[in-house]
């Protein structure tokens, strides 16, 4: 029960927090919310995709500052866009799961959740073979029974440590370009959308925060867990 209100709690005022809360991290510890490291690691992460035009822009993005992500992937996208997909892989990117329908945990089976994030799986290997054991579940949203499942199955539950809210079209630009900026360190795990929805923060943010990893030293790095 403690855990249950605990995960109420975070999720209802995350719109207060762009970056996780301490105590947070510490009751959820079966997640992933950031890589601490002594290379000064940071990890962009983008979620929703493959999206036609804006997928493509964010990897030639990252390509420009000789950046490696993590795109968190929707399986349904993944069967609309193989092209965009395999691009993803051919640069040398991580694949997350991100369920087959963008499920909100909350309001779905465990056992429906399940078959759809396994779903999302079998079109994330049905490309080269591609194999992964990340997983994000759609806005955070996952019943403790989901996440035990999942668990247990291999996966790792990637969170973040610092979100942008590209996709909230109430956040300004700058706002957007704020909420990374002031919270960025080595290890964060940052979360972008490579969505239409986030396209107009997405452009004008990610540029400006790959020139700043640059200058202050960061390497973009994709997320690699056993």
Not at 26 to 38: A, C, E, G, Q, T
Not at 62 to 87: M, Q, R, S
Not at 175 to 188: D, H, P, R
């Amino acid at each position: 029960m403690l855990i249950k209100l605990a995960h109420f709690f975070y999720i209802y005022t995350m719109k207060f927090w762009v970056k996780t809360n301490y105590f947070i991290k510490k009751i959820f510890s079966n997640y992933v919310w950031d890589i601490p490291n002594h290379e000064n690691k940071v990890f962009f992460t983008f979620d929703d995709g493959p999206t036609p035009e804006i997928t493509e822009w964010t990897l030639d993005e990252l390509k420009k500052y000789d950046a490696i992500a993590t795109f968190f992937c929707i399986g349904n996208n993944i069967n609309k866009h193989p092209e965009i997909f395999a691009k993803v892989i051919a640069d040398g990117h991580a694949i997350g799961n991100h369920t087959f329908n963008h499920l909100k945990g909350w309001n779905t089976d465990t056992e429906d959740y399940l078959k759809n994030v396994l779903l999302c799986q079998s079109k994330i290997t049905n490309h080269k073979s591609q194999i992964t054991n990340l997983f994000r579940p759609p806005y955070g949203k996952i019943k403790p029974s989901q996440s035990k499942k999942l668990r247990a199955l291999g996966y790792k539950i990637i969170m973040w440590d610092s979100i942008s809210y590209d996709f909230d079209t109430e956040t300004t630009e700058e706002k957007c370009l704020e909420n990374v900026l002031k919270n960025i360190q080595s290890g964060s795990i940052i979360v972008f959308h490579d969505s239409i929805k986030a396209e107009r923060n997405l452009k004008y943010t990610l540029p400006k925060v790959l020139e700043y990893c640059k200058k202050m030293g960061f390497e973009c790095s994709k997320i690699e867990l056993k």
